[in-house]
């Protein structure tokens, strides 16, 4: 459900959008709606600029498009789509994760396994909001480690394009222990400098990821279906 700020309290682009991605990615939002500013900036009390920019943001990561005489209309989001999503951002973390054991710097090494160290201690207080910032900011270092501009600049592209969803699965504490351990093995095969384990230990990592984006996506559509059944019984 979306969240009506308290009186007076102002709210920024970025916090519309990310609630209205999660209400999109958890199926509150069903595809086929239309997302409409006025509608959405009396809910949270703002003026239509901050809302115009939250929609445009949720159609830059292909959570919505414009169409001509409608609006901004929430895109289907199937589970194959997730899961090519996820695949080609495995294969772009795998390189750069071969590249950058060998190429990161010792500062670089040093600041991943600082990150590292961090993200354990919010993974151990539950705070899921500390670990997914912390957590952007490791694989970004890991981008950058490739020394690769081109491959930067992809990588970061569909990051942002995945971010919802990256988000949406370390919403379980139970994943965040996972995703550290995961982080143990890519850190541990970069401060090693071995290219195949980086690249390994970096793409398991994203289809771990995926798995949990799919897996709680099906069970949020079982719920719903149940949830439904349950009304037309009563």
Known sequence: MLDTPAP???I???????????AVING?????SRLDETSIAAQFNVSRTPVR????ILCGR??????????????????????EMFEAMAELEATCGRLASHRMTMSERAELESLHREMNALAEEGDHAGYNEINTRFHSLLFQGSHNSDL?????????????FRKYQLKDKGRLKRSCSEHQQIVDAILDQDAKA??????????????EVL???????????????????A
């Open 53 to 56: 920019e939250a929609l445009h």
């Open 8 to 10: 007076g309290k102002k």
């Open 215 to 233: 897996v709680k996506r099906q069970r949020q559509e079982d719920d719903a279906v149940a949830k439904i059944n349950r009304l037309g019984k």
């Open 12 to 22: 920024r682009s970025d916090a519309i959008a990310e609630q209205l991605e999660e």
């Open 62 to 83: 292909g959570l919505a498009e414009r169409e001509p005489y409608k609006g901004v209309i929430v895109t289907q989001i199937s589970a194959e789509r997730i899961d």
């Open 198 to 211: 980086a690249e390994n230990a970096l793409r398991r990592h994203l289809v771990s990821a995926a798995q």
């Open 152 to 164: 930067i600049a992809a990588a970061q592209t569909l990051r942002l394009k995945l971010a919802p």
């Open 28 to 32: 509150e939002i069903t595809a086929g």
